[in-house]
């Protein structure tokens, strides 16, 4: 008798731990292990140094938006302060490094603790509001960080700003695109890793009942208030400790950057990679700085056209025009994001020929 040759359709897992595994296959490793070797074998001598810096801009904010997503994507917590912590984590790092000398491999972790710090204590009233009034103490606690980092003149300098020393790991100074790509993407791999294994622990399976049901959560034994304050401090910390790699990578930091339009962004990562999703909060960030980058280019070009001085005043809201039409686009016709493409053309391919 001839045997019959079934065709995968599918995973089918035959026990609880099969479902929390980081790779349902082997393919999957495979092709993990191919994408790492080809980013760090052949992506940093073969790019521009104008590339690298967009890569490293690039993983240093997709830190900064997984921890977000932890927050709104896997714990239903609003936040519209995440780049007044992201400035936190910049400033703390600066002030440990200038004035208590820490060195780089300690001012980074400890620049996440201090903004985690920060972050829990602007989270407390997440115990008694949710939804639009949690978002409204979140832009309060914006406003409130950006007053102390401009007009805590005797710790952050206010406008003038401070300046940090180079980067230095065992006695080897990271300075220069290519040098950074290798520490900030090897930052970003430990970091994602340690995302998606916590939401593989009974921390992360808490902060998504919280955000199906947190009545549901609370009667079933969770302390949703504990949780709560939990993933806030965890989101800030990723905040933090990726404002610090950014203030080490740009060697001098002022609070301008740090402002509601980046906190924007980072909703906007986001909501266009995919809410409860690690993989989302990278295609993002890849997203977003693209789109800055191409908006920047786009700009440079229209003001070098001389037609009138009307121009300067429809180039101005161009950036937020084109922000929040991608928003509205993605939850009109992808509410998922890119990750759920990303999850489509996966499967279309591991499903061929099958339409199903």
Known sequence: MKKLRLHQCGNFNERYEQELSVFETDFGRLWTCIGVCVLFG???????????????????????????????????????????????????????????HFPFLAALPAAGLITAIVGMVFGIPSGRLKGLYLTIATLAGQFIIEYVLVHWESLTHGTMGMILPPAEIFGIQIMGERKFFFLSFILLIIMTTAAVNLMRTRYGRAFVSIRDNDRAAEGMGIPIFRYKILSFGISSFYAGFAGALW???????????????????????????GMGSITGSIFGAIFITGLNELLRWITSILMNIHIGGAVSLTIAPLRE??????????????????????RIIKSSFKLWPFSY
């Not at 997503?69 to 200038?98: K, M, P, R």
């Not at 025009?321 to 990303?342: D, H, M, N, S, T």
């Open 42 to 100: 052949i992506v940093p001598f073969i790019s521009s140094l104008y590339t690298l810096y967009i890569f490293n801009v690039i993983a240093i904010t997709a830190i900064a938006a997984i921890g977000l997503n932890i927050l709104i994507g896997f714990t239903g917590q609003i936040s519209l302060g995440h780049g007044a912590f992201f400035g936190v984590g910049a400033y703390a790092a600066a002030i440990l490094a200038t004035r208590a």
């Open 247 to 273: 203030a080490y990578y740009m060697t001098s930091i002022t609070t301008e950057p740090f402002s509601l339009a980046l906190s924007v962004e980072y909703i906007a990562m986001v909501i266009i990679g």
């Open 321 to 342: 025009l084109v922000f929040g039409l991608a928003i509205v686009l993605f939850i009109i016709f992808e509410p998922r994001g890119l990750a759920e493409v990303w």
